[in-house]
Structures are given as C-alpha cells and as structure tokens.
C-alpha cells in the first residue's frame, strides 16, 4: 500500500460549476510511503464576487483574492501534482467536478486518476461513527484542526483522516476483505488494487485473529460472557442512599461539580415506597431533577434485595443510550456491588446472520446505497456485539435491505441449526433472562403486553420513563397501519416468475415439478392482477378523500391531508365499489398463499434436509396474510371502539395513500392488561399534570386511584431568574379570518426577537401550514446572509440533523411542529430564546381526537375540559421545557397566543409550568424589555 495518494480540498463560490461556480482557494496534500510529503496551496481568482455566506463560512473575501491567480494560469502546476497518483477528496464528485470543469474551461485534459473518497471509505471502514462530515469524523479519531473550511486545513485533516483508514483497511480479516473484493465495483472508490494487495498478503500469513469467529466465509466478532455477579446487598435502603447522596457520599466524590438536589432523593424513596407497597406510582419530575438516576437507583437495589427483574421502558432511543453509555457507568462506580444489566429490542433491530450471509452470495446489484450497506455490514460484524442496527449510520435506502435481513425477516428459530448459537437477537435475549435490570421501549413492552406477554422476560415491577407517549404508543400497536408502498413491496419481494427476485431465484435454483401444485402462468396471472387492483384501490382511495376533504379536512404536521372514515356514514355507492375492490384483492391475495403452500408442499418434498426456502416461503405467506387481515379489519369489519383514517399526500403521488385504525380508548385494555397484572409500575415524565394534578393521566392510563402514588418533584433551576414570559396583546386575532396578519405579525416578531438574542431561536408551531407560509415570508424579509434559517419539512434532514445544522451556526433561527415540542435538548447559549406561535390544541377534526371527543359527548360529558385542554397543557409544557435545560441557561418564553392570558382557561397553561415571571404588553414594549433583560 506504498502507494502515492494526492489529496485535495477546494473552497468555492458555490456549490454547483454547472451554475459558473469557480474555484476561490486549493489545498493539496501528498502522501507517500504512508507519511505526507508535501502541501500545496493557493488562492484563486473567481473573476466574480464571492457570496457573503461564503466569506461567513470560510473567511475568504474579495479582498483575498484580487491579485490572486487565475485558474487557467495554475492548471499545468496543480495536474502535474496528480501524476501516477491516487486522487483522494473527502466527496470526490464535488472536488474531482470542479476540478475538470475548471480544467475543461482552460484547454486542458480532465483527470482520469483513480479516486479514493473518503466520506465513502469512513462509511465502510468506521460505520459506528457519529457522522461523516469532516469534521465529525475528526472529531471522531481525534485529528485536531485549527480552521476548517479553509482548503489546506481541510486537505490536511483529509490526508490523515486517509492514513487512519488505510491502517483500518489492514486490520480486517481475510473473510472481509474477500468480500469487500466482490462489492468494490460498485463502489465510487478504486478500492481493487488495495484490496487485492491485501487479501495476497493476508492468504500468505499464518497468523489467525483469536478475537473473529470465522464462519462459512463470513468473519464475526467473539464476544466474551460476561461474568458480572449480582451480589446480596445487606444495608438498608436509607443508608443505601445516604452513603450516595449525602455529603461525603459517593456522587460527590464521583461528580467534580456535585450539587445535592433534594427532588432527586425524594424521587428514589417514591420509587422505593412504591415497590415495597406493592403499588403503582405517577411520578412528575421537573427538567433538572436527574430523574434517570434517580429511579435507576432503587430500580437496582430492588432488583439485587429481592432477586427480582426490574423492567426499564423509554420512549427514544437516545434515552436508551444516556441509560447504558452515562448513568450505568456512574452507578456501578456509586454502589459497591454488582449487577447485570441488558437491552432488548425488537426483532427488526437485530441482524440476522444466516439471511446476511444468502444475500451477500446473491448477484451483485447495480444500487450503490445497497452495495455500500452490504460493505459496512461486513466491516460493522468484525466490530459489534450487538447486532443492533442503531450502533450504525446506514445510507437511507440501506435500511429497506436491514428490515429484509433482520431477525424480523426470519420465520422461526432452530436451535439445532449453528446460526442459532450465532444469533444477535437469541444473545440478547439470553443476556435479557439473566439480567436484573432489562432496559426497553414503549414499542416492545406493548406488543409483549398484547402477546400475552411472550416477548420479554417474565417480570412484576416496571419504570416507564417518558410516560407520556405509553397511551399513544399502545394505542398505536393496538391498532394498525397499513400503505400503498408497504403493499407493493411485500409482493415484489416475492416477485414475478421473470424478475430477479425471490421466486425467480427459487425457481432457477429448484427443480418444481409443474404437473400439479404450484403452477407459474397460474402465479403470473394472478399476481398482475392482484398488483393492478392494488394501484385501482389506493388511486381510488385517493380520489374518495380529495372529494370528500371539503367535509372534513385535516393537515397533519407533516402536510398530510387526514380523513376519517366510518362505514356508517360514507358516501354508500363510492364506498360500496372501494369495499367491492377490498374484497377482490383479498381473493386474489389467498390464492397467491394457496400457491404458495403448493410451492412449500413441493420444496418440503424435494428437499427435506433444508428448509431454508420452506421457512422462507412460509414467511411470505404470512406477510400476505397480515395484509388481509389489515384489509379486513379497516374495510369490511366494524368496530364501534375503533377510530379508522385515511392520511394522503395532497401534492404526492396519486397512490400515496396511509390506513391507519386504533382503539378511542385504551385506558381499559391498560388497566386490565397491565396494571391488574403487574405488581407495580412506576410511570415517570416531565410532563403528567396539570395544576398539581394527576387526574387527567390517571384516567386516560386506566389507574385505579386505589393503590396508586403520586408525587410531584419540583426543578431546582430558578425559573424566576432565568426564565421570561412574553405575551404580545397587540396580535392580530386569528380566529377571525386574519390568519395572513397574524403570521406577518409573528415574521415581524421573529425578526425583532432574532436581532436581540443573535438568532438562537426555536419557534415552534402547531401547523405546517402555518410554519410554511412563515418560512417564505421570513426568507423574503429576512437577512439571509446573517440568520441561518432552518424549517423542519422543508430544510432537508432528520429532526436530529436539523438540530445539529442549527447548533453548528451562530445566529440561526429553527422552526419547528409537533416533533420539536419535545426531545430536543439545546443546552446553553446555542438556545436563547423559544416562540410558541400558537397554544397546541390539536385541530377539532384531527381523527383521533374527532372520533374521541364524539364518544365523550356521547356520555354527556365536556369534550374540550376532559380531552383537549389537558392535551394541550401537556403539550405546551413539553415545548416550555426546550429553553431552560441546565442551571446557567437564560432565555424567553415569547408566546404569540394571547389566550395564554385573556382565555378564562388560560390560567391551566401558566399554572402547569414552573413559575416564571409573566409580561403582557404590546410587542414593540415586549421587545425593549427583552433587550433590556439580555
């Protein structure tokens, strides 16, 4: 690998050389023997002024450039630096373009040199890191950098980020590098000559890696039991805690900046009087509490006095993370004996080897997300212990491959077969029955409630952390979902007889005999036909909502337009030929499964010692099946408990269309399904009352107030000093047609606000509609070049990734819906100030709250007291809980609703929150007062 590597990065006026964009500065690194040998670098002239953000972005200015070369006068200088070298960029298409762009404009050839590009390579060779920007991944493998986005710099931290993944490249076993060989044509990266080198060298050497299980060509981590006893702990529970919490305790010793917080005791003695008594517990702990330590702690020492399970559910998989990388860690550093802990998921999560292992031997598809999936599954193998899909960053696309080999994917378990001892799910489960505490999420602890409880271990005692979502989420796998796509790709997975898909595969390699049985023009005619009447009935379902969407229309936060249906009440003729359909597709969709069985008869037949296509035909039968009875259920059963809608993409495709159906209440299938049958659960959140009382989550959870606890721990932040509530009374009304005036008063507002505090806003809306609109007039008003301006459904990216866009700028203003109300942790001055545009009621023909709040006013009772004002102070105070996350933060609360404090029910929203003090005056007062107090 003493190859010469010559590495570039370019600073530009923009991003495209289509557009006339043009180089402005080059940085040129050169490796050789493993070690750099030389830096290049010069600035260039454009020829054309340089865009303001991109002075902000890389510190190069006209001025930089004026008596700078051209181009065309350096070219034979920079080509010759390339000769008989590798040309290495971290994104090779955008330097590697630029650069024969520029090359072609001034007469000269355009390079041909094999490329190395190291975003692709870090993908593959260091899959668990965080992120592969530059930047990330320096920070990642510890390579220090002075001044990103300046080209030496950034060619610098290229050039040593390639030597760090070179020595990763030799690391790897044979078995991977073998397979690597197979993928790397469809790769970006001429990756043969260094691949092939090393697999010769690796096939001349003797020495064998004790830390891989090498199995049928495939090399896979070992990974040691662990031996960790759970020990009897003989203090009581009080001295437990005091030799943690209390002077001279061991948080002080372990914590260099420790400050006792008395909620964060009260809190563990709650949890610990709860399990004693054997009762269920509402436990409302206030941002800044430490509430996971806090339940952590008695959850362990019940789990090693009694030598009992101790069930741990989150909502997020980032609460899972905090709970395994930062607090266990801490604890086992506090308590002086030792316990077991594990993580269990669901099946989806979990890869399985034996499916891997047939796809990786299948022809090579000419998809680059699959190809490069498939790479970074076989380095990500050497590495893990898990198996889990979230320790991995997976190119978008990639992730339809994961769910086609997952455990989830897998018909049944043999525990015969040598992939069951290999199994990542099997392990975890193994590691689940032997721990005292089992951490998992809302999702699983549902479909295991649900499953008469077959999943998870046995177990009596249980903290749901972030309790607020258990309603929605066991609402949610109580009832179920089902969508054009879904469809569509269960059955081409299976596949027509002439595709390259699972049946034509089978087919080939098998010999089935035709006579009876499974017959292929039989296959053929039926599954055209079941596809076309799946496009006829979604195009169909499309059609019946836009019609129908002027009676009742709702935009979901996403854009969607929601329509709820109720067989009762639908237009009888149009409703009658979509059920007419329903019922076909079903037909077709059973006799697809009968030919099915035909097939799994005849391969049981011809080969009895494997069953690997048995099992997988089975799997298909049963993904067709679920389809029927999901068809069934939403379409042709009726069910006065069930809430059934129509969600569709108003600009999308004309089949983009989403079923969904779930229980109006779930309160009774959680009192008798879990809380009857449970000993005692504790549910935890920032968020469960409302004025001091539990009532409201109490009832829609189905808790008996006969053996229930509840307890309130206040914030130790002082909220009166750091925290203001501004209220405009000079808002134009809403509610009265002058929603255009209202969202140019909030514009104006978000402009004034972003002045005073640099940006550093989180404006958060209740509609997309709204927030949209907003969008395009703050664009149009705004100085771009100053604010960066970020708008979830329209910046393109995760909720995760828009976050971090927004931290990465200085003065950046993030607008966000629903999803941003909560989960998005903003410490410090990177969040200054938090707008609620409007108070979050969800709209009244929203269908879940629609078909809830019917049932109410059916039983005579107040339909908004009883379900949406408590919805909507929970909600807002999930949004108020954004600002204020550590004890040295400031900000402003600035809330654009004047019903906060004109409305009579007003008063359940500034009583909900922790106290603050509260200003209501005309904006331009509000603005002179914000600046004065920042």
Known sequence: MNEKYVVVD??????????????????????????ITGEHSTFLNPEKPIPAFITNLTGISDQDVNGAPRFHDKASDITALFENSYLVAHNVPFDLGFLNGELASAGFPKLENPVLDTVELARILYPQAPGFKLGQLADHLNITHDAPHRALTDALMTAELLLILLKKLRKLPYETITHLLNLQQGLQSDLYALLNEQQHSL???????????????????????????????????GSYLDAIYETGGTLEQEMSRYEKRSGQREMSETVFDAFRSGNHALIEAETGTGKTLAYLLPAIYEAATMNKKVVISTYTTQLQSQLLDEEVPLINKLVDFGFNIALLKGKQHYLSLEKFERELGTNQEVNYDLTLTKAMILVWLTETETGDVDEIQLPSSGYIFYRQVSTDAESGFDPSSPWFSRSFYQKARQKAQKADILITNHALLSTDMFNDYQLLPAYDKAIIDEAHHLEETASKHYGLTLNYVYIQNTLNQIGSINDDNWLAKLLKEQKISHDDGFRESEWEHIFENAKHEIDDLFRMLFQYVIEQKQKSKTLSDIGRIQYRFEETKEHVEEWGVIKDMVTRLTFYFRDLIHLLSSLKQELKTNSPDDNHYADETNSHMEAIQSIIDRLEQLFLFDDDNT????????????????????PTDISTLLANDFFEKKESIILTSATLSIRNSFLFSQKRLGLSPENLITAKINSPFSYQDQVQLMVPDDFPDVRFGKQDDFIHSTCEAIISLARITDGRMLVLFTSYDMLKKSYYLLKETIDINKYMLIAQGISSGSRSRLKKNFQTFDQSILLGTSSFWEGVDIPGEDLSCLMIVRLPFQPPNHPVYEAKSNELKREGRNAFFELSLPNAVIRFKQGFGRLIRSATDRGIVFVCDARVIKARYGKYFTESIPSAPITTDSTHALMEKAEEWF
């Open 10 to 35: 370019l600073e530009t006026t923009g991003h495209s050389p289509a557009n006339s964009d043009k180089i402005i500065e080059v940085g040129i690194v050169i490796i050789e023997n493993n070690e």
């Open 203 to 237: 096939a001349f050497s003797s020495d064998s890696d004790k830390t891989m299980d090498i199995y049928r060509g495939m090399a896979i981590k070992k990974v040691s039991e662990e031996k960790s006893e759970t020990q009897y702990v003989e203090s009581s529970f």
């Open 643 to 662: 809430v059934k809608w129509i969600e569709i993409e108003a600009y999308g495709a004309k089949n983009a269309v989403y079923l969904y159906s779930e």
